[in-house]
């Protein structure tokens, strides 16, 4: 079972960048996918960006693609999002999640391990 703690977020004006981390426990760390998620008041969870194990392929949705980054360190055990030109729309509770199985999927019952979320606030 892996845990997942994420940090980084915050209050940031429209047009500015923040950096999440999610640091995860245990050995097996490069044996997950990894995804960001984000859920707004009264909306659904949805999904931000995935990686894979091997760093080799990365999946955004279309809301954040050219302005947020997917990245992972997997001798730190950690992954990030870098998210830059930052919109009042993108504020959320950021989550990461670890998914077992192959593929950078975009459904968040694919994942099997959540962290608690980190505030993202994006003031216009």
């Known amino acids: 079972q892996v845990q997942l703690v994420e940090s980084g977020g915050g209050l940031v004006q429209a047009g500015g960048s923040l950096r999440l981390s999610c640091a995860a426990s245990?050995?097996?760390?490069?044996?997950?996918?990894m995804g960001w998620f984000r859920q707004a008041p009264g909306k659904e969870r949805e999904f931000v960006a995935g990686i894979s194990r091997s760093i080799r392929v990365t999946n955004y949705a279309n809301s954040v693609k050219g302005r947020f980054t997917v990245s992972r360190d997997n001798a730190k055990n950690t992954v990030y999002l870098q998210m830059n030109s930052l919109k009042p729309e993108d504020t959320a509770v950021y989550f990461c999640?670890?998914?077992?199985?192959?593929?950078?999927?975009?459904?968040?019952?694919?994942?099997?391990?959540w962290g608690q979320g980190t505030q993202v606030t994006v003031s216009s």
């Open positions: 999640a670890a998914r077992r199985s192959l593929g950078v999927l975009t459904k968040d019952f694919a994942y099997d391990y």
């Open positions: 245990g050995p097996t760390f490069s044996n997950y996918v």
